[in-house]
């Protein structure tokens, strides 16, 4: 196997432009371009349902990402379904074939909730869960275990065109007739979706890759492995020695703005931030992490305190110990303007009281 070196830092700083973290959109047009890019996109960690999927600290003032979203989701660009692994995510409907085949749970056979809530669609839908709670008699515990069931099976689908907790439910085959018909192999999906991953990342680990795309390790590996057979992507090794990962063949990192003085903060759902949460999760093992800190051109930090429905504090915000001193003022007023006061307060940093 033939192994590419790669300069970490070029690779990090144009990941962040492929990110879209250095230079924002300022238009539909670009969002539309930076999504497909980086989908299926989650909303904000922690939100309330029906809330839009974010892409935080990617656009201008003048296109604000929940407003579009929410204007895209209203006319049906963005579409709402289960991804990663079962977890709520939205892509463009022209992908939506690619994605529902690279994520299909299937079903064999039917349990008697899922049997009832088919049925009830089937004749009386689309139905919202309210609707479909009276026709089918079940309580709402198990009732919408048997819905998220069947939407990770891509049977039933939410059509949240805006922040209704309340949405319909259609049946997949009525509200997307042709999707099975334009949908590719399912190895061939799963192969695009690491894929544009990967373009994305500009380079991964396997491990990061499964966390990334939530298609499971092993999965993973032998998509990979087909990849590589087939030329698609090669083996890289970062020149300061880190664990060795993959990119897309002849994939060059190029010339990229420098991210100097870039602090954000970036939530446990980012397109950023999901691909590494189980490093993350072990760095920041035994604290509650409310935000992760993007600083300079990496991952750096973590608010950390305990999540509520209503107003919190973060308890101490966490800075790797080479960025302390020239970052701390500027990660600790990141965090503020995301916890602002009086409601909030930022108590502390690296555990002294601030």
Known sequence: MNVVRLSRPAALTARLA???LTH??????????????????????NSYPGSAPRLMHRTTSGVVDSVVADDLRSRRQLVKGRFHGGT???????????????????????????????????????????????????????LMAAVHR???????????????????????????????????????????????????????????LATGSGLGKRRVASTLAGMEEDRRIEAVAPEDGGEQGWRLAEDDPGAADDPTG??????????????????????????????????????HGAACGHWRIKAHDVEDVLISESYVTGWQTAAIKAVRQRYPEPDQHVLACNGEPL
């Open 18 to 20: 492929r990110h879209g």
């Open 24 to 45: 924002p959109v300022d238009t539909e047009a670009g969002y539309v371009e930076l999504f497909r890019r980086l989908q299926p996109v989650s909303p904000e960690a």
């Open 88 to 142: 709520v995510g939205y892509v463009h409907v022209d992908d939506l074939p690619l994605y529902a085949a690279a994520y299909r749970q299937p079903l064999e056979r039917f349990d008697a909730r899922q049997e009832a809530a088919l049925r009830a669609l089937t004749y009386a839908g689309p139905l919202s869960p309210r609707q479909l709670r009276h026709e089918t008699g079940l309580a709402h515990r198990p």
């Open 150 to 208: 069947l939407e990770r099976a891509f049977i039933i689908c939410e059509d949240q065109t805006d922040s209704a907790w309340d949405r319909p439910l259609h049946l997949v085959d009525r509200e997307f007739p042709e999707l099975w018909a334009q949908a590719p192999p399912v190895a061939v999906a799963q192969a695009e979706v690491l894929a544009r991953l990967l373009a994305a990342q500009v380079f991964a680990t396997t491990a990061e």
């Open 262 to 299: 870039l602090v954000r903060v970036l939530h446990r759902r980012d397109p950023l931030v999901r691909p590494r949460l189980d490093e993350l999760l072990q760095r920041f093992t035994g604290r509650e992490v409310l935000q992760y800190l993007l600083i300079d051109n990496d991952i």
